[in-house]
């Protein structure tokens, strides 16, 4: 049973517009959001997070959206660029109240195509 | 200043045989992950370590997967009886104390033939 979903598997978007990259999740207790970006051959690396007593997070080019009522979250890129082409991953985790988290629930990925 | 570093990069071995990954994480992190990541899925989380403490292994794959961190600096998992099955990308990181971002290395690849 996926707790984590990224229900689409690509998404191509016109340079300079905006990327909007949308994740599900199942289990109320994740409280801490993260987003990876992910080239071929490489590890995640970390774009941005977002807890749950937020419902939006900027940094950047990137903002991060979640609507906890819905158990959705979603990642906007604006203005997308060639160099943000990669695959996107929507990750989840529980944080102890003195700090940390216990390991990161991946969804399966999006596959961002970013066109000139 | 180093991210997260994993040696070998790449690991091809023939079934049956044990393999032994190394993951060094940034200097200052006390917090350190293992995770497995295959084809067309996202990484898959393992086990976890709190300096020394190994504080999560329930998700270890099989009893042939068992991981160390002696000191509290590097760790090192180890597959015993290499199956086809566990060819994958192995991917380690780190996070600070109290930190929800976690850090990947590169990941090693493993190649079971």
């Known amino acids: 049973d996926q707790q984590v979903k990224q229900n689409s598997p690509s998404l191509s978007v016109q340079e300079g517009r905006i990327s909007i990259l949308n994740c599900d999740y199942t289990?109320?207790?994740?409280?801490?959001f993260l987003w990876y970006k992910k080239y071929p051959a490489e590890g995640p690396t970390f774009l941005i997070s977002?807890?749950?007593?937020?419902d939006k997070n900027e940094d950047g080019r990137f903002t991060v959206f979640l609507n906890k009522s819905a158990k959705h979250l979603s990642l906007h890129i604006v203005p997308s660029q060639p160099g943000d082409s990669a695959v996107y991953f929507c990750?989840?985790?529980?944080?102890?109240?003195?700090?940390?988290?216990?390991?990161?629930?991946f969804g399966k990925g999006t596959h961002l195509i970013i066109q000139p | 200043d180093t991210g997260v570093s994993q040696d070998p990069r790449h690991k091809i071995t023939k079934r049956g045989q044990n393999v032994t990954f190394r993951c060094d994480p940034i200097?200052?992190?006390?917090?350190l992950y293992w995770y497995r990541q295959t084809l067309g899925q996202g990484p898959e989380f393992l086990t976890y370590f709190q300096n020394e403490a190994q504080l999560e292994k329930s998700r270890l794959l099989s009893d042939r997967f068992s991981a160390e961190r002696p000191k509290g600096s590097f760790s090192t998992l180890e597959i015993q009886r290499t199956e086809q099955g566990d060819s994958a990308m192995y991917l380690c990181?780190?996070?600070?104390?109290?930190?929800?971002?976690?850090?990947f290395g590169p990941g090693t690849r493993l190649t079971v033939t």
């Open positions: 977002i807890s749950s007593i937020k």
């Open positions: 990750a989840a985790s529980v944080m102890y109240s003195g700090g940390g988290a216990d390991g990161l629930t």
């Open positions: 990181a780190s996070s600070s104390r109290g930190g929800g971002e976690q850090y």
């Open positions: 200097s200052e992190h006390n917090r």
């Open positions: 289990n109320s207790m994740f409280d801490y």
